[in-house]
């Protein structure tokens, strides 16, 4: 296909009530996206799915200005520009029917990277909800570097997971409800900024656009569909983070859940989700990896014992224990070394950060 212009890639995001699908069944019609801005009246009326009001959009052609507008911004402003029919447009995305025609992305990432996960929540995190996702994702980041955590850049769940590939050296990608000239919530920031050294920060909506209500469901697809599984970390029995998990299942991706007591408030949505069946039960990044089948890249060679001068006494204690035994659940660690069980979570997140130890399915822990 000839080279299409960028102001005409961008336009077709801009006619009024074309929508994803349509843009796609037009530019199929005509063979290329130039040819539609030509195309009599007549003609587009036609076209199934068009009809007289849509194809009266088409022939308005004012959008055309608007849209060499934006081609200046992005270009000036060193935006990329994602047409569905690049070649590098992300794979993942492609598969989706309703993925954008086109999109806005600043950042130094590769969305096609061979492995990127969702991570989704409530706005209104609770302290276990933030320390296991910090867990969850510090867990993956030793084991799997070229790993990118997609989630959107809200309070709560999202910004957390935001924080944590940052701090473990991976990079992450934020989906926004609005365009690139805003950052929504103001607090944030200094995270997105960061984001885009190791990351980026990617939107369908033009640059101009405000955070409206609909702007977060619509931006929920680009979430579950950028990624090979979506993890629902904390979640009432409505919310965003559900219909991400929704739309992931719509598009057969792998969803996660991690569980939490009957009783509380944020855990309703993610019991539901694996009572229901829309979603596998995980408690560690061990449990993400056996359902993705995700080989370890961390080196197989024994860890050095320089790395033990790191260990306090409680750690070498689990260390030793674990190695005469192989490996041993946490309920039986903390029988045999009489820890209380609080205190022993915080030393395996501690040690596993460390690449000492590793949790497995069932929590299961064993020595790297």
């Known amino acids: 296909m000839p080279e299409v212009s960028l102001k005409h890639k961008i336009a077709l995001g801009l006619i009024p009530r074309i929508g994803d699908i349509n843009a796609r069944k037009l530019v199929s019609h005509f063979g290329t996206v130039d040819a539609i801005y030509s195309e009599p009246y007549r003609n587009l009326v ?11 959009y088409i022939c308005d052609r004012t959008y055309l200005d608007t849209a060499e507008k934006e081609a200046e911004y992005v270009t000036k402003n060193n935006i990329r520009t994602c047409f569905y029919l690049d070649n590098d447009y992300p794979f993942r995305l492609r598969q989706c029917e309703d993925s954008p025609v086109v999109f806005f992305f600043s950042g130094n990432c590769d969305l096609n990277g061979p492995k990127i996960l969702s991570v ?5 995190a609770t302290s276990r909800g933030r320390e296991i996702c910090e867990k969850i994702i ?23 997971a935001h924080k944590a590939a940052l701090d473990h050296k991976i990079k992450t990608i934020a989906v926004l409800a609005h365009g690139l000239k805003t950052i929504y919530p103001a607090v944030h920031y200094s995270v997105a900024k960061a984001m885009v050294a190791n990351g980026g920060l990617l939107t ?23 990624s090979d599984a979506t993890l629902v970390i904390e979640s009432g029995s409505t919310g965003g983070a559900l219909v991400t998990a929704d739309i992931a299942n719509s598009y057969n991706r792998d969803v996660f859940a991690v569980p939490g007591r009957c009783e509380d408030q944020w855990s309703a949505g993610c019991n539901n989700l694996i ?3 829309k979603a596998a039960l995980v408690c560690s990044s061990g449990d993400i990896e056996y359902f993705l089948n995700w080989n370890t890249t961390a080196s197989s060679q024994p860890v050095q014992r320089s790395l033990f001068s790191e260990l306090d006494e409680s750690e070498q204690g689990i260390y030793e224990l674990l190695n005469k035994e192989g490996e041993l659940t946490i309920d039986t660690i903390c029988r045999t070394l009489a820890v209380p069980v609080y205190k022993l979570s915080s030393l395996l997140l501690q040690m596993e950060l460390k690449g000492v130890v590793k949790c497995f399915p069932g929590n299961l822990y064993r020595n790297v």
């Open 46 to 56: 036609k076209i199934p799915g068009i009809g007289p009001e849509i194809a009266g």
């Open 120 to 124: 989704v929540g409530t706005r209104s």
């Open 138 to 160: 510090g867990g993956l980041a030793l084991s799997h570097p070229d790993l990118i955590i997609v989630s959107g850049l809200a309070y709560g769940i999202d910004i957390a």
């Open 204 to 226: 369908d909506f033009f640059s101009d656009a405000l955070p409206e209500r609909n702007n977060f469901l619509k931006r929920n697809r680009i979430i579950a569909g950028l």
């Open 275 to 277: 009572r229901n069946n």
